[in-house]
């Protein structure tokens, strides 16, 4: 057991065993709450199923620490060599709100290695998607309702490590905008 605690000291853990009543307590060596939280407190039926226990635990953590520095390295090298998928000219739309549905069209005009420069473009609803405080919309090309903005690509890796890359919001997320909806466009909704 000696091992298991010299293991769970080297991770930030504090390994508390009770070996004549089989308990073991599992806390975070340093916790900025006040009470603390046990990250397990067991009482185990034999000392063998204590030690086992206790050893898959600390080898879970020590693989998602792997895990995620793994996922830390792709990340770092896929920012450092960015290879996107934005053009010039291809709208994207915001999509935002609370209660409503808000869109917003953009059109790229600049792509930089790790940014690109966006404009406001107008938008206008799509015939017959017209209902109660909602209907679809669709961007009007090249009709620019706003002043240039410099927007931050985004890296993201999953826990698969997929790549990928977006454009950094305020709010909502910025969507490809599919030159196949032009004829259905994007739900919007409002409120009076």
Known sequence: MKNLIEKYESLGYVLTVKEELNIALCMKAKSKARFPKALFN??????????EYC?????????????????????????????????EGSIIYNSWGY????????????????SVIIREI????????????????????????????LKKIVTSVNYSGNITYNIS???GCFCNFIESKE?????????A
Request: glycine content about 4%; charged content about 30%; proline content about 4%.
């Open 42 to 51: 067991y009482r185990f039926k034999s000392p063998e199923r204590m030690a």
């Open 169 to 171: 919001a305020k709010f």
């Open 122 to 149: 107008a938008s206008s609803y799509v015939k017959g998607s017209e209902g109660f405080m909602c209907a679809n919309v669709k961007p009007i090309k090249d009709y620019f309702v706003g002043e240039p903005i």
């Open 183 to 191: 004829e259905k466009g994007v739900y919007s909704s409002w409120y």
């Open 99 to 114: 209660d409503q549905t808000n869109i917003d069209f953009y059109q790229i005009v600049e792509v930089k290695p790790k």
């Open 55 to 87: 050893s898959e635990w600390i080898e879970r953590v020590e693989k998602n620490i792997n895990s995620e520095n793994e996922r830390k390295a792709i990340k770092k090298e896929a920012q450092k060599n960015m290879n996107h998928n934005f053009v």
